[in-house]
C-alpha cells in the first residue's frame, strides 16, 4: 500500500513505469511518462481493444464518487487532450478516497485497462495499481463546484475556466483553427511575417488607439526624486558660475605667470571639475515635475521612442513592406482596439489573420479568403469532431451541418450596390431592419446577416464599395466612387473577412491619405513602397475570435479567448 502521507511529487518522481508493460498499440506522451487519454478513449473501439494492458494515466477529476461503503471510488478523468473522461476505479486500499473524489483534484495512477461491466456507456475503464500523485482540492473553496456554470460566471475565473468542458473544447477548437490557418498558407507559399505590436501608423484611420508612453512612469519617478533631493536653487547655480569664473582666472594668470606645467594641468583640472558641476546643476534646474511640454502640448520627443507610440490595430501595412519584396506573405498576431464597446463582439484585445498577396488583384483576393474559410471549416470537421459535436450538444444544433454547408459551397458573390438594391427590395416586400438602408451606408451586422441567413442561405462575397465609408490604402476604382474592397459574409456572425486591393499608384493614395485628413508624414515609409518599384497587390484579415464564434456557435466573444481584455477587465 502506498503511503498517502508521502510528498506526492517525490513518489511520481520515484517511480517509473515500466515501459515494457505498456504495448506498442497505446500512443504514449512523447515528453511526458504517461498516456494521454484521448489515445485510449478515441479510438475507433472506444478502448476496448487495450484492454489488459498497463498504463499510467494523468488528470484532472470531473466528477468523483465513493462505492460499495467507501471501499473504492469512480473517478471521471479528464487530461485535457481530448472531451471525454476516463473512468478510473482506485480502491481505499491505495489512498485515502475522500482526497480523490473532489472535483478539481489531480491525479496520476498507474493501473491496467480492463473491459467495464456489460451495458456500461464507458468502453473501458482503467482499474488503479498505485496511486502516483494527488494534487488536492478543497471542495468548500474551489470555485468551480460541479454544476452547470454559465459562461458569464467563468469569466470571473479565467485562470481555471479552461478545466471546464467548454472552454476546453473552445480551446481545443482555437487550436485546430490556428493550425489550420498555418497549414493553409504554408501549403500554398505564403512566408509567415512577424510584425510589430508597437506602431507609429494608424492602419484604420479610426483613432481608437491604446497609447505606448513611459510619460506617465517618468514623471512619478521624477518626482519622487525631486522631493528626495530637491532641484538647485537660482543661487546655488549662480555660485556655480564665480567659481567656474574664479577656476578660469587661476589658470589664465598660472599660464600668465608661466607656471609648472604640473601647477598649470592641476588647476585645468579643478575648472573642468567645476563647470561638470555647474553643468549639471544648470540641467537639474531645469527639471520640473509633470508630463513635458513644449508649445502648450505634451513634448513626445522627451518620450520611449521620442515621438508617439500605439499598439497596433493591424499589422496589414507593414507586412504589405514584405509582400513588396517575397510576394505571398501573412501575419498572425494579435491587435487592439481602445474602443469602450461593452457589447458580445468586441474585445481590446483580439487576433487577426492577415495575408497578402503581390500580383494580385480584387478577384484573387476574393479566391483566397474563399478558400481559406472553406479549407478551416472542413479541417474542423476531420479534425475536431468530437468537439464540435460537444458544441452542437450544448450550445448551437446547427453548428456542424453550418460548417459543412461552408465547406462545400460556393459564395455568393455580388456587388456593394447590387447588395443595397436587394435590401431595398426586402424593405419594400415588408422587411424592417434598425438601420437605414441606402447607398452609401456602411452595412450592420442585420443587413449582412439577413443577405447570407435568409436572402442567399450561404457565405456571400461583398464587393466594391463606396470609397468613403473604406480606408485610405483601398484601390481607388474607375468610377471614382468606389474602391476594390471587399468583405466575406457568413451565418452567425456577419462579416468574417475584410480585404481589399490595395492602392499602388503613388498619386492617388496620397491624395487618399490627404482626403482622410490624415498626417502625411507617419505614411512617408508606406509610399516609399508606391515610389520604388510599386506592384498590384491584394490582401485581407480575418478576425480569428470570430471565426471560432461562427465555428461554435457561442454567443460572446469573451468566451472564445483565453484572456479577454474589454473595457474595465484585464484580469491576468
Known sequence: MTDPSAPPTDQLAATTLNVGAVSSSVARAEFSDRVPIRSIISRPDGGSGLAGQKVRAGGWVKTGRKADKDAFAFLELNDGSC????????????????????T???????????????????????????????????PAKYPLPKMRLTLEFLRDFVHLRSRTNTISAVARIRNALAYATHTFLQKHGFLYVHTPIITTSDCEGAGEMFQVTTLFSEAEKLE???KENPPPSEADVEAARVLVKEKGEVVSQLKSAKASKQEISASVDELKKAKETLSKLEERS?????????????????????????????????????????????????????????????LAEFWMVEPEIAFADLEDD??????????????????CIEDMEFMADKFDKGCIDRLKMVASTPF????????????????????????????????????????????????????????????????????????????VLVPKVGELVGGSQREERYDIIQQR????????????????????GTVKHSGFGLGFERMILFATGLENIRDVIPFPRYPGRADL
Request: aromatic share 10%.
Open 513 to 532: 491619405i490627404k482626403e482622410m485628413g490624415l498626417p502625411v508624414e507617419p505614411y512617408e515609409w508606406y509610399l516609399d513602397l508606391r515610389r520604388y
Open 412 to 487: 455568393k458573390r455580388l456587388s456593394y450596390t447590387e447588395a443595397i438594391e436587394v435590401l431595398e427590395d426586402s424593405v419594400k416586400n415588408g422587411k424592417k431592419f434598425e438601420n437605414e438602408v441606402k447607398w452609401g451606408i456602411d452595412l450592420a451586422s442585420e443587413h449582412e446577416r439577413f443577405l447570407t441567413e435568409v436572402k442567399f442561405q450561404k457565405p456571400v462575397i461583398v464587393y466594391n464599395y463606396p470609397k468613403d465609408i473604406k480606408a485610405f490604402y483601398m484601390r481607388l476604382n474607375d468610377d471614382n466612387k468606389t474602391v476594390a474592397a471587399m468583405d
Open 83 to 102: 472531451p471525454g473522461n476516463l473512468q478510473v476505479i482506485v480502491e481505499a486500499s491505495l489512498w485515502d478516497l475522500g482526497q480523490l473524489v473532489p
Open 104 to 138: 478539481g483534484t489531480c491525479v496520476v495512477v498507474d493501473g491496467e485497462l480492463k473491459l467495464p461491466p456489460a451495458g456500461t456507456k464507458q468502453k473501458v475503464e482503467l482499474r488503479a495499481e498505485k496511486v502516483l500523485h494527488v494534487g488536492p482540492v478543497d
Open 224 to 226: 519622487e526624486e525631486l
Open 366 to 383: 476574393m479566391n483566397c479568403a474563399e478558400a481559406y474559410v472553406k479549407f478551416m471549416c472542413q479541417w474542423l470537421l476531420d479534425n
Open 286 to 346: 531645469k527639471l520640473r515635475p509633470g508630463i513635458p511640454q513644449k508649445d502648450m502640448k505634451t513634448d513626445y520627443t522627451q518620450d520611449f521612442f521620442a515621438r508617439q507610440a500605439f499598439l497596433t490595430v493591424s499589422g496589414q501595412l507593414q507586412v504589405e513592406s514584405y509582400a513588396c519584396a517575397l510576394s505571398n506573405v501573412y501575419t498572425f498576431g494579435p491587435t487592439f482596439r481602445a474602443e469602450n464597446s461593452h457589447t458580445s463582439r468586441h
